[in-house]
């Protein structure tokens, strides 16, 4: 049904092969190579923005640690991932407190470890800012309501109306903190690139406004994530996402354009897997049904979260691709009948696909590896390993071998 090549090269998917041979299934296999051409490509096609990478897309240490060397700086959710990156030896000025909705004493743990850059887009989390972290910058997420050409929706329980966020910041400015500047996110795995010609358009009024009527210097424009990775849905290039999106801030700041932060997740380090699953059963539920269904071993519970309202539609391909092919229905291996992968779009698999064949699942390295339960049914979490360039790693970034 899908060509691995128009995912995976040949040498990469040769080195996948080498390196999981042995795994037991189901497992995930994190290219480290294929995160630092995107990091790259994404700093040639944004020569002046900071990234940011959005922890939670993949949060394994080889990962943190290719970044760091590359130079880049964090955007953190919680004080989980705060303690792995500090672990590496980052600098807290590298880092910002990206999640709006965070405890009173979470505020203060970031503070008291260095962060002084916090996003907000409420009264009740700018006020704990102001008491616990005085002195910091804030920026204040809006609210984008464009997203439904975004795969992934990340809109309604973050951000706030233009109108308030101007409040906010006047708000921060009378009581000891730092306007620092706006920040939005278009939507995960967004299609439609004329979404951020909006969201630009909307800073870009909070900017002149709150000069104009408050004396307010705004310096910062965080455009969140958003950006692709391969899935089945074709989308643009990288580059023509670039290009679009500078010509929109060209358009609206000119020669003042503001500091740009990025804060990719998915873009990164999507392309980067490849989800491993073995066939469990494959069943018809009357004699004549055409339909089959294939249960694998790993499913919503264990890596595929984002199966969810079949939002992300990975490529799916086996070891018999290339003969007769019919139509499938994908589950996965709980007792919960939610835990079915595709049903409504149509995927085909081979007819000679059997009991203990493997399913490859492409472009699995974001929103996969930790973004599960921890053991529903009694099933351990996915396993996730690293292929570095020497040799592989667990989570952790400790060397792994699968001989004995
Ligand atoms: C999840 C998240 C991101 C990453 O988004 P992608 O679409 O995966 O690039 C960026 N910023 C914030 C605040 C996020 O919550």
Redesign the pocket.
């Known amino acids: 049904m899908f060509r691995r090549e128009d995912f995976i090269s040949d040498n990469d998917w040769e080195r996948f092969r080498s390196a999981s041979a042995k795994a037991a299934t189901p497992n995930i296999f994190v290219n480290l190579r294929s995160i630092r051409h995107h990091f790259i490509a994404l700093k040639d096609s944004f020569p002046y923005a900071h990234i940011y990478y ?1 922890v ?2 993949n949060p394994g240490m080889p990962v943190l640690k290719l970044l760091d060397s590359l130079g880049s700086c964090f ?1 953190i ?1 919680s004080r989980y991932e705060l303690d792995k990156v500090l672990s590496l030896g980052v600098s807290p000025d590298r880092l910002s407190y ?1 999640n709006t909705i965070k405890k009173a004493e979470d505020i203060k743990y970031f503070y008291d470890k260095g962060v002084r850059l916090f996003a907000t887009d409420s009264r009740d989390d700018l006020k704990n800012i102001e008491a616990i972290a005085p002195g910091s910058r804030v920026f204040v997420r809006i609210l984008i309501d464009n997203t439904s050409s975004a795969d992934w929706p ?1 809109s309604r329980k973050f951000g706030c109306h233009p109108d308030m966020a101007y409040d906010l910041l006047v708000h921060a400015r009378d009581n000891g903190l730092t306007p620092y500047g706006i920040s939005f ?1 278009v939507g ?2 967004q299609r439609d690139i004329g979404v951020w010609n909006d969201a630009i358009a909307k800073t870009k009024y909070l900017f002149e406004s709150l000069e104009d009527e408050e004396g307010i210097k705004l310096s910062m424009i965080n455009m ?4 692709p990775a391969n899935y089945i849905q074709p989308t643009n290039e990288l580059s023509v996402y670039a290009s679009e999106i500078t010509r929109y801030l060209t358009d609206d700041f000119g020669e003042d354009r503001p500091m740009v932060i990025l ?5 990164l380090v999507g392309d980067s897997g490849v989800l491993t699953s073995e066939v469990v059963l494959i069943s018809r539920k009357n004699n004549t049904a055409l339909q089959r269904w294939v249960y694998l071993d790993a499913g919503k519970f264990n890596g595929l979260v984002e199966t969810m309202d079949e939002s992300i539609k990975y490529p799916v391909v086996t070891d018999k691709d290339g003969g007769k092919e019919g139509e499938v229905i994908i589950a996965g291996p709980t007792c919960d009948s939610a835990d079915i992968m595709y049903e409504n779009e149509k995927y085909r698999l081979p007819f000679d696909l059997k009991q203990g064949d493997k399913v490859y699942w492409l472009t699995t390295g ?1 929103y996969t590896s930790t973004y599960a339960s921890v053991a529903f049914n009694g099933f351990p979490p996915i396993k996730t390993y690293y292929i570095t360039e020497d040799g592989i790693e667990d989570e952790n970034g400790n060397k792994v071998s699968f001989d004995n």
């Open positions: 959005a939670k897309a955007d959710a990206g990340l996110h995960s795995q969140g994530g958003g950006f804060e990719p997740g998915r873009s974001a």
